[in-house]
Structures are given as C-alpha cells and as structure tokens.
C-alpha cells in the first residue's frame, strides 16, 4: 500500500482538523517555561515573536510567564482569530496581538525583537531558511528559541527514515542542527529533548476523540479519511520508534557585533 504524505493533505482541512484542539504539534507548557529559563533580562521592555503560533497555547504561556509584548504570527487566518479571542479571554490584549503572515517572508522592522519564538513551525520553511531569515529581525545579542523535529542518532531504521524524510526533507540530528544554528550566525545556547508526554499526552491523545468527530463531519470526503489515516500513522510509527527521534527545544543567542577584527 501507498503512503499518504503530508504534502498530499489540503492546508484548509489540516488546520479545520487542529484549530479545535489546544495544541497544534507536540510541546507543553513546563517545556516552554524551560526554555525560557535560558533567556535573562525578560522585562516589560521585550519584544517576542512567536512564528507559527497556531491558535497560540504557546502564546499564552510566554505572556503569562513574563512581561514581555508578545507578536504572533501565523498563515491561518482562522487561527489567528482563535488567538486572539483567547488573548482577550485571559484580560492579555494589550500584550499579546495575532497577525495573519508568512514565518518566510517576514514584514518587521530590522532588530525589532528581542526574543523570535516558534515551536513545532520552522520545518515548514526549512531550519536553516528560517534561522538565517529571521535573524535580522533580531536585537544584537537576541535570542531564537525554536522546537524542531530531530534524529537522536546516526542510523536509525528504513521505515521511519523514509517516513520522516518524506514529511521534513531537511530533518537531521541534533548536532548538525546545533552547527546550522552556529553556521546561520547564532551561539547555541541549549538543546534539549521534549519528555515523551509532550507528544503521547498532549499531541496524539487529544486527537482521538477529533479524529472521531472529524470523519463524522466529512463523510465519504477522502482527503478527510487520508489526513485521519496520516495521524494515525504518525502516533503508531511514534510509538514503535520513538527511541530514535524527537522534538528538540534549541535555544540560540544571535552573534551580536564582536568590533573590527579581520578574520
Ligand atoms: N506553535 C503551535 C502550532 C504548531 S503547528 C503549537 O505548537 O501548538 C504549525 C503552525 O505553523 C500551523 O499553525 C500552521 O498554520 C503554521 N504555518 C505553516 N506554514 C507557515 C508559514 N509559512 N508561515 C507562518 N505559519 C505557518
């Protein structure tokens, strides 16, 4: 039997499928806390923007946590509105605004954040495309804090290759995404795995019961029953390899202006 890939499935129904859930990827708000432990001077004065925020569970983690004003971009518009209806639930309008846009073609000021966050995203652009174009967007010295999926070792097996590559061509291991973050112009910071219940509890669970619903909703639609089929298969393959992949928190610091050396 054929593979259905993730470039096969229609945008729209994709985001109609996750909007509804909390979480559109695998994370968790501990995980997002920690990497921000990595970050210092967060005040009322930071700027972050949060790239791929989906309906923004993320967002709303980084704002509660901080005092920082809080950009979020994402090219769901329908998403977009979820966020910041949930930004105007939590009382945080003031602070945290969602804007429709794309994570490649970004319309900001040059140096006009402090902090560019994005978690689970910056694979539909690339790691190195994204990392190399958002940095000018970057206060010198500012820091890029990104969730990325990643191989935790050299080989791993046929099946689960072929299945990741075809879904993120660039996925690679965690060292050579550290050296991409040194190569674009960053000082990695810290790299860290995701515990597995970012993935079971609060990606694949959740999704069951949508799942369910979501083939009642569209009945006899095939691209419907393929996505459904896709996720399915994306939490049995999960389980069954999970010991050689993952997602990484990488937090990096942008290499701020060293004065006139020749090297
Ligand atoms: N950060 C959220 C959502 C992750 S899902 C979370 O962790 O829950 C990935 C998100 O990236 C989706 O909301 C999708 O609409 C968005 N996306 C995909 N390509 C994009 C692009 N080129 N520019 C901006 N957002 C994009």
Request: glycine share 8%.
């Given at each position: 039997?054929?593979?259905?890939?993730?470039?096969?499935?229609?945008?729209?129904?994709i985001?109609?499928?996750?909007t509804?859930?909390?979480?559109?990827?695998?994370?968790?708000?501990?995980?997002?806390?920690?990497?921000?432990?990595?970050?210092?001077?967060?005040?009322?004065?930071?700027?972050?923007?949060?790239?791929?925020?989906?309906?923004?569970?993320?967002?709303?983690?980084?704002?509660?946590?901080?005092?920082?004003?809080?950009?979020?971009?994402?090219?769901?518009?329908?998403?977009?509105?979820?966020?910041?209806?949930?930004?105007?639930?939590?009382?945080?309008?003031?602070?945290?605004?969602?804007?429709?846009?794309?994570?490649?073609?970004?319309?900001?000021?040059?140096e006009?954040?402090?902090?560019?966050?994005?978690?689970?995203?910056?694979?539909?652009?690339?790691?190195?495309?994204?990392?190399?174009?958002?940095?000018?967007?970057?206060?010198?010295?500012?820091?890029v804090?990104?969730?990325?999926e990643?191989?935790?070792?050299?080989?791993?097996?046929?099946?689960?290759?072929?299945?990741?590559?075809?879904?993120?061509?660039e996925?690679?291991?965690?060292?050579?995404?550290?050296?991409?973050?040194?190569?674009?112009g960053?000082?990695?910071?810290?790299?860290?795995?995701?515990?597995?219940?970012?993935?079971?509890?609060?990606?694949?669970?959740?999704?069951?019961?949508?799942?369910?619903e979501?083939?009642?909703?569209?009945?006899?639609?095939?691209?419907?029953?393929?996505?459904v089929?896709?996720?399915?298969?994306?939490?049995?393959?999960?389980?069954?390899?999970?010991?050689?992949?993952?997602?990484?928190?990488?937090?990096?610091?942008?290499?701020?202006?060293?004065?006139?050396?020749?090297l």
């Amino acid at each position: 039997m054929e593979e259905i890939t993730i470039h096969e499935i229609d945008f729209a129904l994709i985001n109609e499928f996750f909007t509804e859930l909390e979480r559109q990827g695998p994370g968790s708000a501990e995980e997002t806390v920690r990497a921000l432990s990595f970050i210092g001077n967060i005040s009322n004065k930071t700027k972050i923007a949060d790239l791929g925020c989906g309906t923004g569970f993320q967002t709303m983690v980084l704002a509660q946590n901080t005092e920082a004003t809080i950009t979020a971009l994402d090219l769901f518009a329908g998403s977009i509105d979820k966020l910041n209806a949930k930004a105007e639930r939590h009382g945080l309008q003031d602070r945290v605004k969602g804007i429709v846009g794309s994570m490649d073609d970004l319309q900001f000021g040059d140096e006009e954040f402090d902090i560019i966050w994005s978690e689970g995203a910056i694979g539909n652009i690339g790691f190195e495309k994204g990392l190399a174009h958002w940095k000018r967007f970057l206060k010198k010295d500012g820091y890029v804090a990104v969730t990325y999926e990643s191989w935790f070792t050299d080989d791993r097996p046929a099946e689960i290759e072929k299945w990741w590559t075809e879904a993120v061509p660039e996925i690679s291991t965690i060292a050579h995404n550290i050296s991409i973050m040194q190569k674009t112009g960053y000082i990695p910071v810290a790299a860290f795995v995701l515990p597995e219940t970012c993935w079971t509890d609060n990606y694949f669970i959740p999704q069951k019961a949508r799942q369910e619903e979501f083939l009642k909703k569209h009945p006899g639609n095939k691209t419907a029953e393929n996505m459904v089929e896709f996720l399915r298969r994306e939490a049995e393959l999960y389980s069954k390899y999970k010991q050689f992949y993952g997602y990484v928190f990488y937090i990096a610091q942008k290499i701020g202006n060293w004065g006139n050396w020749d090297l």
